[in-house]
């Protein structure tokens, strides 16, 4: 009896004793708070976001095109981590080594890029690392899915608000309030490929306006398959040895206005990195990394037409990989290496709506970083090389919506930005908003944006004695056009052009210890379109599609850039009370790789949710259903890694004591 059958035998018993209280309390009146927990049904156009305009806006109104994943969205179709999330946005996609998970946007995803073109907020608060300027997307991103009420991704552009790292465009995950997690909650969930969650919460809100959740999880799998191409037909045999676990948790508390919020991740990820020539034991790689980070944000309204925002953050990054090598024929060594950041931020804005037509944005952010290291060692002997830096980053931005007619509305804004390490740049944004219905919208936009060289590709270089790259720079000009026929249909399409320079990166092919240079001028141009239609029956369809064209000066194609992408979501209810059917599919074209085009494929994800009652429910589903296989090549190193196979997953939540 193999250990995932017996998981998910032991998952499928616990749905079975929950359901005899989940049928007994099916006829119950709903309260104010299963009320309260409903998801809102609001007219597309209609549905508020924060991101592009770091203020909260209709659709309609933000000066970017945003894209949202909701949490029934996650529910339903049983999304395990930010990776998966992000993988049904337009135009993002996803590939992974087995140990971290990569964004390419819009055709731009560089090999052995960590995801640092991408500023990722949680809450508003920025959680890129200080040393990689990294974006964790897979299990040591720091909030389980099932407490997130949305995310918001705005392509583009983004420096004029955001400064570094905005570059490719803004993600920002929204907390759930307590409503959503008031009482006592359990989940568990378990797969066929040997990976086991279990997550416990408890939320609480008061008369008085006090509230609170507090979260804690811990997820391991084992028995991995082996996703390098390359070497799998060897390290096969050691599949036992390959294993991933995490433990995270989480807590926000609200009065009003105020809001403190925590959340901390470690993981430990073990796989086979050497084997012996005898064939017998494999020496491990094992990487173990601790990120947490402790916010306060406070907003108030000065006068009637003043208000005032405040964010203080510290954060705390530390990442150590153990990677074994043979010094000669039985021989094995290990290397050590050791990173650690930490770093306070504080942002500051004013919102000003006294001058008529005017809605003023004024803000300042800072970041302190008071550590930047890493060291390398052999065998705890060492360091062999390390460095230790810190820094300050100061930023100004100024933002004016100006609505000159009815219909049309000017969004101008700037940011300076300044760095200790001699950074100054100067980012410019423009947008024009035209809506000529009461249904539809227009917008043209064009911004700048730069991502300054972090303290590894910048430290790396040092230690080869080569220059430290420059910062990049991109241009980018982007219509959107934006329609609601009807309450049940929209649709949208988005033509953008982006203009690249100094695009930082490594030499692929290489494998370790690489420097980085900046590269030819990139251009990236394309269109994302979709629609979205909702039956009476309850039906809904989702469609996108992005073309999409990343190529230097000389036309040859950008690495690691599907050309093609096709997403589709629908889902259905069934003629059962509270079951629903849902389904997803992708389809890639080829990817170019230095050694040869990787082929297109698509991939289709099923699943079946149950919901008896609010409190309750169960998804059983089925991803990568027809068991594709296919590779990508995301590191430097150019090698291919299969991608997840055919995974069935049961996953169960229950609530109680609200």
Do not use: C
């Not at 659709?59 to 179709?77: G, W």
């Not at 997130?148 to 705005?154: D, F, G």
């Not at 909650?185 to 008061?206: F, I, P, T």
Request: net charge negative; proline share 4%.
């Amino acid at each position: 009896m193999t250990l995932n059958f017996i998981a998910m035998r032991n998952a499928a018993f616990i749905a079975s004793t929950l359901l005899t209280s989940a049928v007994v309390q099916a006829n119950t009146p709903p309260s104010l708070e299963d009320l309260l927990q409903q998801p809102i049904k609001n007219e597309a156009a209609a549905v508020e976001v924060s991101t592009s305009a770091r203020s909260i806006k209709s659709v309609r109104n933000a000066p970017q095109a945003t894209y949202i994943i909701t949490d029934d969205d996650i529910l339903t179709f049983n999304l395990k981590n930010l990776a998966e999330i992000l993988s049904f946005m337009p135009g993002l996609y996803t590939s992974s080594d087995s140990a971290f998970e990569y964004l390419t946007v819009r055709g731009i995803g560089r090999p052995g890029d960590y995801n640092s073109r991408i500023l990722f907020l949680v809450d508003g608060t920025r959680v890129n690392d200080n040393v990689y300027d990294a974006g964790l997307i897979s299990d040591d991103f720091y909030i389980d899915t099932e407490l997130i009420e949305r995310v918001e991704y705005s392509p583009g552009a983004g420096s004029a608000l955001y400064g570094n790292n905005a570059f490719l465009g803004v993600v920002n995950v929204i907390t759930k309030r307590s409503n959503k997690l008031r009482g006592a909650e359990v989940s568990v969930s378990a797969d066929s490929q040997h990976e086991r969650q279990l997550r416990a919460s408890y939320g609480m809100r008061q008369a008085s306006g006090h509230e609170a959740w507090f979260s804690l999880s811990h997820s391991e799998q084992d028995n991995i398959p082996i996703a390098n191409a390359t070497l799998q037909p060897v390290f096969q045999t050691f599949e036992h040895d390959n294993q991933d676990s995490s433990n995270k948790v989480a807590a926000t508390y609200r009065y009003k206005q105020l809001q403190m919020q925590v959340a901390g991740v470690r993981r430990i990820r073990q796989e086979p990195g050497f084997i012996t020539d005898s064939l017998e034991r494999a020496a491990l790689t094992k990487s173990v990394s601790e990120n947490y980070f402790i916010a306060l944000q406070h907003s108030s309204e000065l006068t009637a037409d003043l208000a005032f925002f405040t964010n203080i953050s510290t954060n705390q990054f530390a990442f150590d990989t153990l990677t074994p090598f043979e010094l000669f024929p039985g021989n094995i060594q290990q290397y050590l290496f050791a990173v650690k950041g930490k770093w306070t931020s504080a942002d500051m804005r004013f919102s000003y709506q006294g001058f008529a037509d005017h809605q003023l944005l004024f803000g300042i952010d800072a970041q302190r970083d008071h550590h930047q290291r890493y060291a390398l060692s052999i065998n705890n002997i060492g360091p062999v090389n390390s460095s230790s830096g810190n820094n300050k980053r100061l930023g100004l931005y100024f933002q004016d919506e100006w609505r000159f007619s009815a219909s049309q509305l000017l969004v101008a804004g700037f940011r300076y930005d300044h760095t200790d390490n001699g950074v100054t740049e100067v980012s410019p944004k423009l947008s024009w908003i035209w809506q000529p219905t009461a249904t539809s919208t227009l917008k043209l936009s064009y911004g700048t944006a730069f991502r300054a060289p972090n303290e590894y590709e910048s430290e790396t270089n040092r230690f080869y004695q080569v220059a430290v790259p420059e910062a990049e720079q991109v241009k980018t000009t982007e219509l959107i056009w934006n329609a609601q026929p009807s309450s049940h249909f929209s649709y949208y399409a988005a033509l953008y052009y982006s203009k690249f320079s100094s695009l930082i990166t490594s030499r692929a092919g290489q494998a370790a210890f690489i420097e980085f240079f900046n590269d030819q001028q990139v251009s990236s141009y394309g269109i994302e379109t979709g629609l979205d239609y909702v039956w009476n029956f309850g039906g809904r369809l989702n469609l996108s599609l992005s073309l999409q064209q990343a190529e230097y000066q000389d036309g040859e194609k950008l690495t690691n850039t599907p050309q093609h992408l096709f997403k589709a979501m629908y889902s259905q209810p069934l003629p059962w009370q509270g079951w629903q059917l849902n389904w997803r599919s992708v389809a890639a074209a080829k990817r170019q790789n230095i050694n040869g085009d990787i082929p297109g494929y698509s991939r289709h994800d099923v699943s079946l949710h149950w919901q008896p009652l609010s409190h309750f429910d169960v998804v059983l589903g089925i991803k990568n259903l027809t068991d594709k296989r296919y590779t990508d090549a995301p590191r430097p190193s150019a090698n291919e890694f299969y991608q997840p196979g055919r995974r069935a997953e049961l996953s169960i939540r229950w609530r109680f004591g609200q």
